[in-house]
């Protein structure tokens, strides 16, 4: 039998933050795109059921058009099951508009306050699908009304964070253990990512479907289920339509601006004209590359959806140049030569000073 395993669609998201306005509304279609998409594959796959693991969408309040294209994809295959487990994000319901006794049988839910539980039952297993919804007040002791038989192949769904301080969203993977949990199929964190509970189970990040953001570079997709004798298979599946990359590059050896845009275009090689690009500039330049990060923008813009360009340089001073020249740039340079502060610090004041003396504009 086989699930997807899917979480964190932020779907009707205006994407306006990291994209042009046009672009943003592109974006924003094509993250609906996405997930019909998606129940495409699993209908040509024959996938039992759709796990989304919570934040379908992200916003108080969702175009109504977005709304009825969630659901009405769902109604149109009803051969699969979908599970909405909502996420910290997901504030308002995308069946807001239908009755409660019209909502399609595929299209199951959970609660915050008591778990609910599902089962599939064949000749060879049953497997139960477990979920509860966050409640803020009651997360550090979700686990312990949680139970579930031994014999059977058991998913738990959850949208939280198992690490760092979200208290509000906060799972505690410990109080888990022992539970006779198979597989937990977790949202909340955009990137895949996988561990253990105990000896039986593991957990799981699926990430999100579509990078939104310059922070949400890298493969998105979600992971496929395939469970045959109480034993599972799982295989991540990238399926973005458009990935976003941050590529970094060392310019250190670059001596001039003709230099910096040919390494650019290298090391972009081979990146799919549809993809978005965050080219990172590292390094230490020389002082006199005057380095024009929107030229390289315009030079590399055309080969892509879209393009940013981040420089994380440092400028590389040659105190020894500098050592017996009376100009007020020499003077400048000894003077921060003799304190004790350290090395990036003074490269950048440095820098700015130098164009301060030249009369360029300072970046705020």
Same mark, same amino acid.
């Given at each position: 039998?086989?699930?997807?395993?899917?979480?964190?669609?932020?779907?009707?998201?205006?994407?306006?933050?990291?994209?042009?306005?046009?672009?943003?509304?592109?974006?924003?279609?094509?993250?609906?795109?996405?997930?019909?998409?998606?129940?495409?594959?699993?209908? /040509?796959?024959?996938?039992? /059921?759709?796990?989304?693991?919570?934040?379908?969408?992200?916003?108080?309040? %969702?175009?109504?058009?977005?709304?009825?294209?969630?659901?009405?994809?769902?109604?149109?295959?009803?051969?699969?099951?979908?599970?909405?487990?909502?996420? %910290?994000?997901?504030?308002?319901?995308?069946?807001?508009?239908?009755?409660?006794?019209?909502?399609?049988?595929?299209?199951?839910?959970?609660?915050?306050?008591?778990?609910?539980?599902?089962?599939?039952?064949?000749?060879?297993?049953?497997?139960?699908?477990?979920?509860?919804?966050?409640?803020?007040?009651?997360?550090?002791?979700?686990?312990?009304?949680?139970?579930?038989?031994?014999?059977?192949?058991?998913?738990?769904?959850?949208?939280?964070?198992?690490?760092?301080?979200?208290?509000?969203?906060?799972?505690?993977?410990?109080?888990?253990?022992?539970?006779?949990?198979?597989?937990? @199929?977790? !949202?909340?964190?955009?990137?895949?990512?996988?561990?253990?509970?105990?000896?039986?189970?593991?957990? /799981?990040?699926?990430?999100?479907?579509?990078?939104?953001?310059?922070?949400? @570079?890298?493969?998105?997709?979600?992971?496929?289920?395939?469970? #045959?004798?109480?034993? =599972?298979?799982? #295989?991540?599946?990238?399926?973005?339509?458009?990935?976003?990359?941050?590529?970094?590059?060392?310019?250190?050896?670059?001596?001039? $601006?003709?230099?910096?845009?040919?390494?650019?275009?290298?090391?972009?090689?081979?990146?799919?004209?549809?993809?978005?690009?965050?080219?990172?500039?590292? !390094?230490?330049?020389? $002082?006199?590359?005057?380095?024009?990060?929107?030229?390289?923008?315009?030079? =590399?813009? !055309?080969?892509?959806?879209?393009?940013?360009?981040?420089?994380?340089?440092?400028? #590389?001073?040659?105190?020894?140049?500098?050592?017996?020249?009376?100009?007020?740039?020499?003077?400048?340079?000894?003077?921060?030569?003799?304190?004790?502060?350290?090395?990036?610090?003074?490269?950048?004041?440095?820098?700015?000073?130098?164009?301060?003396? $030249? !009369?360029?504009?300072?970046?705020?």
């Amino acid at each position: 039998m086989r699930f997807i395993h899917c979480a964190d669609l932020h779907l009707d998201s205006k994407m306006e933050s990291a994209l042009p306005k046009e672009k943003a509304r592109e974006r924003r279609e094509e993250l609906l795109m996405t997930w019909e998409r998606l129940v495409e594959y699993a209908a /040509a796959n024959r996938v039992r /059921a759709v796990l989304i693991s919570g934040d379908i969408f992200d916003k108080p309040h %969702n175009r109504k058009d977005a709304r009825n294209r969630v659901r009405e994809i769902m109604e149109r295959h009803p051969e699969i099951d979908f599970y909405c487990l909502r996420g %910290n994000h997901d504030n308002s319901d995308f069946l807001m508009d239908v009755r409660t006794e019209d909502v399609s049988d595929n299209i199951l839910r959970f609660r915050n306050d008591e778990w609910v539980m599902y089962s599939y039952d064949d000749d060879t297993q049953r497997i139960v699908i477990a979920g509860r919804e966050i409640n803020k007040d009651k997360s550090y002791d979700m686990s312990r009304d949680l139970v579930l038989d031994q014999a059977d192949f058991n998913i738990v769904m959850l949208h939280g964070s198992i690490s760092g301080t979200d208290d509000e969203n906060r799972i505690n993977i410990n109080e888990f253990k022992g539970k006779n949990i198979d597989y937990m @199929a977790l !949202g909340h964190y955009h990137s895949l990512m996988t561990g253990r509970i105990d000896d039986r189970g593991v957990y /799981a990040y699926s990430g999100c479907l579509e990078g939104r953001g310059f922070d949400e @570079a890298g493969e998105k997709g979600f992971i496929l289920l395939d469970i #045959q004798n109480n034993k =599972i298979k799982t #295989q991540f599946v990238p399926f973005a339509f458009r990935t976003i990359h941050e590529v970094h590059i060392d310019i250190t050896e670059c001596e001039s $601006m003709m230099d910096v845009i040919d390494l650019v275009h290298e090391k972009l090689r081979g990146i799919p004209e549809r993809d978005i690009v965050n080219v990172v500039l590292d !390094g230490h330049i020389q $002082m006199d590359l005057d380095l024009d990060t929107e030229r390289i923008k315009k030079n =590399i813009i !055309g080969d892509f959806y879209y393009a940013r360009v981040t420089d994380n340089t440092r400028v #590389q001073v040659d105190y020894e140049s500098f050592r017996d020249d009376r100009s007020l740039k020499g003077e400048f340079v000894r003077l921060l030569e003799s304190t004790d502060m350290n090395e990036d610090t003074r490269s950048e004041i440095i820098e700015t000073g130098m164009k301060a003396v $030249m !009369g360029e504009d300072i970046d705020e």
